[in-house]
């Protein structure tokens, strides 16, 4: 059963540019969430996918767009970045909405 | 609002010492509460869960009860390894919600 995959691991970006992360879910998982992890803070929630429909925002700008694909997989698209967008970026995915999460190892972005 | 508070590390200890991580939670409902370890460069993996009020999550050793009654959830371990340093997220999720999380506690265990 392969997990979660995230790519790519670390990238860096200059502030004003656009980036995309992509994510593959774990086999079988239809829901999948993207949470940002500054450094030494806890992860806070995006944004959640369901069956390529989206299904509940966190309190991030328009600036922060995804997608969710007919296999599952997804994207996190960060538009206009400013230099406070630097984190770790995780994806998540689940069975279904109320599924225990079952997390990625991350998308280290930094902004300069 | 939702919302998870952890004590604030670093927590230092020697190999073998027992381990005490408090969690305290304010949720508008009935939410189910974890526990989630990260090791150094990966994400996060779920430690153990807990669904409602008394139910004891345990794993690898860990432990943590469902308080209600102190809207705690502790983690506990009786004797901790060099390999438990990582930092350790308490979070908790109502039904058909999204995971709300402290902000993490690093653990660092010294030989």
């Known amino acids: ?36 992890q ?20 966190g309190n991030f700008p328009p600036r922060f767009s995804g997608l969710q694909f007919p296999n599952y997989s997804s ?9 406070d967008d630097s984190a770790l970026y995780l994806c998540a995915s689940s069975l279904d909405q109320d ?6 190892n991350g998308t280290r972005l930094t902004v300069t | 609002g939702d919302s998870v508070t952890q004590m604030e590390g670093p927590v230092t200890l020697s190999e073998e010492a027992f381990l005490t991580i408090n969690c305290t939670y304010t949720a508008t409902g009935y939410p189910s509460l974890f526990w ?42 009786g004797s901790v390894q060099v390999s438990d340093s990582a930092v350790y997220f308490c979070a908790l999720k109502e039904p058909y919600s999204t ?10 265990v010294s030989p």
């Not at chain 1, 990238?11 to 994510?23: D, F, H, N, P, S």
């Not at chain 1, 994207?75 to 230099?83: G, I, T």
């Open chain 1, 1 to 36: 059963e392969t997990g979660v995959t995230q790519s790519p691991t670390h990238l860096i970006k200059t502030r004003g540019q656009q980036v995309t992360l992509r994510c593959s879910s774990q086999s079988g998982h239809n829901t999948v969430s993207w949470y940002q």
């Open chain 1, 38 to 57: 500054a450094l030494g803070q806890g992860p806070q929630f995006i944004f959640q996918y369901y069956r390529e429909e989206e299904n509940g925002r």
């Open chain 1, 75 to 83: 994207e996190l698209n960060v538009n206009a970045l400013e230099l």
């Open chain 1, 99 to 104: 599924s225990p999460l079952h997390f990625g």
């Open chain 2, 36 to 77: 989630y370890v990260q090791y150094p460069g990966e994400g996060l993996q779920l430690l153990l869960k807990a669904t409602k009020a008394d139910d004891k999550g345990s794993n690898k050793g860990f432990e943590a009860t469902y308080r209600k009654e102190t809207t705690s959830f502790h983690l506990e371990k």
């Open chain 2, 99 to 108: 995971l709300t999380f402290g902000k993490g506690t690093m653990l660092l």
